[in-house]
């Protein structure tokens, strides 16, 4: 949501269409995530992989504003390996519209314990 001034109509899903749900603040999004069918987020790696280890599909919607578009290569390489959906705020309608939730791949997290062996044996301390 951000600090805009929109907020969009929320939707029970009562008259058989989509439930939509949003909020501004969150302390935790795991249980929003847990029990959504599918989570459209902004670009940020902390959303994306959130929502990737809890095995929801995703829709990453890139701010094209940022300089230095970070958000940009992470979603593009993501998308690249299958893992989600990317796209900018006037395509999102398109890739609701074309997406094939079904050829998602799952995300498996790497083990990060051999880099951070490395890293340790560089600051000096002990090996465990």
């Known amino acids: 949501m951000g600090r805009g001034t929109f907020f969009p109509t929320k939707c029970d899903g009562a008259d058989g269409s989509l439930v939509v749900d949003y909020f501004t603040f969150s302390s935790s999004i795991a249980d929003h995530i ?62 609701l519209t074309k997406m094939e939730l079904e050829s998602l791949v799952p995300y498996t997290p790497g083990d990060g314990t051999p880099v951070a062996r490395i890293i340790d044996r560089f600051l000096g301390f002990p090996d465990d």
């Open 34 to 95: 847990r029990s959504a069918s599918l989570v459209i987020s902004h670009a940020g790696s902390g959303s994306i992989f959130e929502t990737l280890k809890l095995g929801k599909p995703l829709i990453v919607v890139v701010n094209e504003d940022l300089m230095d578009n970070h958000q940009c290569e992470l979603a593009e390489a993501l998308e690249e390996r299958k893992h989600l959906y990317y796209t900018r705020p006037h395509t999102l309608h398109q890739t």
